[in-house]
């Protein structure tokens, strides 16, 4: 064995951390790499592994891999298959781990000495870390780790990850056993010698458990009563004593009768949050951005490049990051519910609406994340453990009406919705985009319900899930995760934005009109041709070419539309910014060339179709079907103009 | 794992009432996945559960068992046989 080099590229020893959800993996990764990586409280936040740098003790480097949580080798959803494969090195280009670190709750050894059983049997040098040490001896808990050592023979380190308390023991545990590696002699302990499954469990440790349920649950069984007497040989408890106010907090969070009201409640005041507080920052940014447009014009020479920047670019990307105060807020509320353990009470209020229309309350979790954004919320169905659950669930998620329609809905409803009020309390426009959020809900619901009921039917779909303590949410993790979310955002808005502001600039100002020309130089543009070429599809639903452009123009993301329409309205350099374009939409009101009518219909089409490349990309990449992606796409787009086509005619015959 | 099928103790885990106890025995009729599920989260033969909370019209189920809460639908509850405490 070659001494551990000291050099960062030198780092080729690979240790895996492995454990149940909700052990304290993440926090214990962050301590230990000093990097800073969202931790939830809330099953299977981790959604790929995340690799750090190890510094050993005395020196030399290794990588260390955080591994979803998983609560045994034979996991069924993408997260846990992805350990189980990492630790059988059956993953292209992974290497396989020279040292599991096994890290377990303290206050509940038994169910999470399970993985750490299946792991000694696959034969890896293994160390035992602890954690929660403090928690349970607040619970009357008492592990004595030498003999857990004993019993187990392998190294069994108590920490408390969340204080950093037994970090540089583990340290020093990880760098000895990785110059003198050594595996476990208690390897199948649990199986009797003479059981007559042993030779096949022998020869795959791993794979040998899915073979018929009898023997799955007989198999389980010898190994929890092996682990039960581990346990009860070296740990001491009082009476199992239960987290009294966890108990108390969830009959109330979670009763027939305030559950709901307070789940609603929540929301509804997440949501006016949203606009509330989101309300004075965006002015910030937007009043910014048409100052640097300004600025732009005036102390740049007139040319290509100039129109480039300032009809092209600024507007483009600033119109959507005028939404990063919206995007903050809502995930920071999300970082709160998360962290402190509620979304899993919400879930569980919520399995019963979801079964019935062919869902489960874990789903739940994705989709209020998609109100923010689908990329997010795709990624989070990672954690959903049946296949049809989680297909349907994806394919719905983008019908959540997201922070990128927004800017679509808010511009059509100051245009189109008066500012009054019914009842003097309840506004015309508040109540106009909280029926677009409905619509969306709506028509997901039905969506699911068909998915399950034809297409998904054959697959079997269940619900089990762990309710994690409920704790006061840390203010480093939910700021963490929300400034995650925001430079997500931004690194969207900085690509596939930026090059759609500069297409849709090309395509609207070329080829150039000649100089004596007199009618709407946009109309005789690329983008101008293309709308007149899609019209007669569009017509139906009220819309004209111009309004075409836009929709082609936000085929990758939604909230170019509002660059799109003011490109082709050929706003003049003050009318640049969206209360421009709201004031024109206005004018084209008074003078009838765009009815109320028509801007309904436009959001209904909005609500509904598939605007978003990212959405695409990530749906292809999860469900890993072009099938299933372009799927959603034609789907979308053809419920979006159908529920137009609904609207138009049905309107244009009643009003 | 053999059903012990003559003893009239023995019920499904789905109706066992909040803030009881009772010893799991056997699980029936599994899916292989959610069995899978269910064992390695520790509902096998002689494992202690309490029933805490319960949902509308009786699901999901809420059951302490080791340290935490597990919260599963009376259907899948229905598979695991218990034998009251």
């Keep these: 064995m070659a001494v551990l080099e000291s050099s960062p590229d030198s780092c080729r020893k690979v240790v895996a951390l492995v454990g149940n959800p909700n052990c304290g993996k993440t926090t214990l990764f962050n301590a230990l790499t000093g990097s800073r990586y969202k931790v939830a409280n809330y099953p299977g936040v981790t959604v790929e592994k995340r690799e750090g740098s190890l510094s050993l003790f005395p020196d030399g480097c290794a990588r260390i891999f955080d591994l979803p949580g998983t609560y045994a080798l034979q996991g069924t959803t993408p997260d846990e298959k992805i350990v189980t494969q990492f630790v059988s090195s059956d993953i292209p280009g992974c290497p396989r781990p020279d040292l599991v670190v096994v890290v377990v709750d303290a206050t509940n050894l038994e169910r999470n000495l399970f993985l750490l059983s299946e792991l000694i049997d696959t034969g890896l040098p293994i160390i035992l870390a602890v954690n929660m040490m403090d928690a349970a001896e607040r619970a009357g808990i008492k592990v004595y780790t030498e003999l857990l050592s004993r019993h187990l023979d392998l190294p069994v380190l108590s920490i408390v990850a969340r204080s950093k308390f037994g970090l540089s023991d583990l340290v020093g545990a990880i760098s000895t056993m990785l110059l003198n590696p050594r595996n476990s002699s208690q390897r199948l302990a649990w199986l009797p010698a003479h059981h007559p499954l042993r030779a096949t469990v022998e020869s795959q440790p791993i794979l040998s458990l899915v073979a018929d349920p009898n023997t799955v649950a007989s198999l389980a069984t010898l190994r929890y009563a092996w682990i039960r007497s581990i346990v009860e040989k070296s740990t001491k408890q009082q009476d199992r004593s239960v987290d009294e106010l966890t108990e108390t907090l969830d009959r109330v969070l979670t009763s027939k009768v305030w559950g709901l009201p307070i789940m609603f409640g929540l929301f509804a005041l997440i949501f006016q949050a949203i606009f509330l507080w989101a309300q004075a920052p965006m002015d910030l940014i937007g009043g910014f951005v048409d100052g640097l447009s300004a600025w732009l014009r005036q102390h740049l020479p007139a040319g290509m490049l100039t129109s480039l920047l300032t009809e092209g670019i600024v507007p483009g990307v600033g119109n959507v990051i005028v939404f990063v105060p919206q995007i903050a807020i809502l995930f920071f509320f999300i970082g709160i519910l998360e962290d402190c353990g509620y979304l899993s009470r919400a879930a569980f209020l919520l399995d019963n609406f979801m079964r019935k229309i062919g869902l489960q309350g874990r789903a739940f979790i994705p989709l209020l994340s998609s109100f923010a954004c689908a990329v997010p919320g795709i990624l989070s169905t990672r954690t959903i453990p049946s296949r049809a659950d989680r297909l349907a669930t994806i394919m719905i998620a983008p019908l959540m009406s997201c922070s990128a329609r927004l800017p679509v809905y808010a511009v059509l409803i100051a245009a189109f919705v008066p500012n009054s009020y019914i009842a003097s309390f309840i506004s015309l426009q508040g109540l106009t985009l909280l029926g677009m959020y409905i619509l969306g809900i709506v028509g997901a619901c039905v969506v699911a319900w068909i998915l399950k009921r034809f297409l998904l039917r054959r697959e079997p779909s269940f619900f089990v899930m762990e309710m994690p303590p409920l704790r006061i949410p840390l203010a480093r993790v939910v700021l963490r995760s929300t400034y995650d979310s925001v430079v997500s955002f931004l690194k969207n808005a900085s690509t596939i934005i930026l090059a759609c502001s500069i297409v849709l600039w090309f395509l609207s100002s070329y080829p150039k009109p000649a100089s004596d020309f007199q009618g709407n130089a946009v109309k005789e543009s690329y983008a101008g041709q293309l709308g007149v070429a899609i019209e007669p599809l569009i017509k139906p639903l009220g819309f004209n070419w111009e309004i075409g452009i836009g929709i082609l123009s936000s085929l990758p993301a939604r909230e170019v539309f509002i660059t799109g329409l003011s490109t082709v309205y050929e706003l003049g350099d003050d009318d640049q910014d969206q209360s421009g374009l709201v004031k024109h939409l206005q004018r084209k009101r008074e003078d009838g060339s765009f009815t109320t009518l028509t801007a309904i219909s436009l959001m209904v089409f909005y609500v509904f179709a598939c605007q978003c490349m990212s959405t695409l990309a990530v749906c292809k990449r999860e469900t890993g079907s072009w099938a299933w992606t372009l799927g959603m796409f034609g789907y979308m787009t053809g419920l979006a103009w159908l529920a137009s086509f609904i609207t138009y005619q049905l309107g244009s015959r009643w009003l | ?85």
């Design chain 2, 1 to 85: 794992m053999k059903a012990n099928v003559d003893n009239g103790s023995e019920k499904g885990l789905d109706t066992v009432e909040v803030g009881h106890k009772a010893v799991v025995s056997d699980l029936k009729g599994c899916p292989a996945e959610l069995l899978t599920k269910l064992v390695s989260m520790g509902l096998v033969a002689g494992s202690e559960v309490t029933v805490t909370q319960r949902g509308f019209f009786g699901s999901p189920i809420n059951i302490r068992l080791f340290g935490s809460v597990l919260s599963l639908r009376s259907a899948e509850a229905a598979h695991v046989q218990v034998q009251p405490v």
